[in-house]
């Protein structure tokens, strides 16, 4: 039903719109009783789908990554459509509105997305009130940066949000690798990175004292653009602050055997989905085998079917994230991973 009614109404909308027209048919109908409907047609509950990873205990590996509900007003609802775990975000201490429009494009004929969104929320005070509502699914907060911060203060701004957040999400991801914030990447070279993620980890002891909470899981997000010695870099780093995990990878710069017409490939922006997928596995299978499986990774970036999801599992992931190909396939994606998980296993 998605494919060949939902999703042909909603590309007849511009990629933003349909996005937001989205969020408010899932609110009203969630709100009007669909959610047992929703979770019924789409969500699996097997003990063998569970997983603890970074001492957290998911009911499924399949997440709904960060940028879907950037500022946390819809992850309870996610949840009926069977994900194990939502990421909210990107989030920023102040609100801004991202880059100007028109911001976000559909590569139909590569099954893809080109976004310069530019990190637009709403502010992360502004999604601790939403927060404090019961949760009945794992929440990981992505934090970042403003964009005027300038780099040598980008410390502050992730401090600030992720003490907003502490007490509210599940575990943390720090965002370094969008392109869409100027000079953001650079904050992966090794030296600010490192600097970076120590100040995190003392917040972290801090917060936890002063919250009298354990301490939260910090994960880092990556970009698929790394070189080979950035990913070594990025092993010795985790391995260093003792980070909890790594996220890969983000969305990617690189044009390379795009169908779709010029004028969109050549779109400035973060690249995502279908033509992403073997890149995305690439960086997942070096991390995983050069630091001989040290740290989880949660494996995200063209996964639009369900051998997509193995092939990121076998290559080392603990977790998967969708986005693009829930945009691309629908729901049902989640389901159909599960199942082919639980099938693998049996």
Do not use: W
Request: include cysteine; charge should be positive; glycine fraction near 8%.
């Amino acid at each position: 039903m998605y494919k060949s009614f939902v999703r042909p109404l909603l590309f007849l909308l511009d990629a933003e719109t349909a996005h937001h027209f989205s969020f408010s048919s899932i609110r009203i109908l969630s709100a009007f009783g669909f959610s047992g409907i929703f979770r019924k047609l789409f969500l699996i509950e097997d003990s063998r789908l569970e997983r603890e990873v970074f001492g957290i205990r998911f009911k499924n590996p399949v997440g709904l990554a960060a940028g879907f509900d950037k500022d946390a007003k819809l992850y309870n609802e996610f949840s009926d459509f069977g994900f194990g775990f939502i990421e909210i975000g990107t989030l920023t201490p102040k609100p801004q509105k991202g880059n100007p429009k028109k911001r976000l494009f559909r590569l139909k004929a590569d099954k893809a997305i080109i976004n310069r969104m530019g990190f637009n929320n709403a502010g992360v005070f502004d999604a601790v009130e939403r927060l404090k509502k019961e949760h009945r699914v794992i929440v990981g907060g992505n934090i970042g940066k403003n964009k005027v911060t300038p780099n040598e203060a980008a410390a502050k701004d992730y401090l600030i949000c992720f003490e907003a957040l502490f007490k509210h999400v599940d575990y943390f991801v720090v965002n370094v690798s969008s392109p869409n914030t100027p000079g953001l990447r650079e904050l992966q070279e090794k030296e600010p990175l490192m600097e970076l993620l120590k100040k995190m980890k003392r917040e972290n002891k801090k917060n936890a004292s002063k919250f009298g909470l354990g301490e939260k899981p910090i994960l880092l997000k990556i970009a698929p653009d790394l070189t080979d010695d950035q990913l070594l870099d990025i092993i010795d780093i985790v391995k260093a602050t003792k980070l909890d995990g790594v996220i890969a990878t983000n969305t990617t710069i690189a044009r390379k055997n795009l169908k779709s017409h010029l004028t969109l490939v050549e779109e400035k922006g973060g690249l995502s989905g279908k033509p992403l997928a073997n890149r995305s596995t690439e960086v997942i299978r070096f991390l995983a085998e050069k630091s001989n499986r040290a740290f989880p990774i949660i494996g995200v970036g063209g996964i639009h079917s369900p051998q997509d999801a193995l092939d990121k599992l076998e290559a080392g992931a603990a977790l998967i994230q969708l986005y693009t190909g829930f945009v691309y396939e629908g729901p049902s994606l989640v389901k159909k991973i599960n199942k082919a998980i639980l099938e693998k296993e049996s």
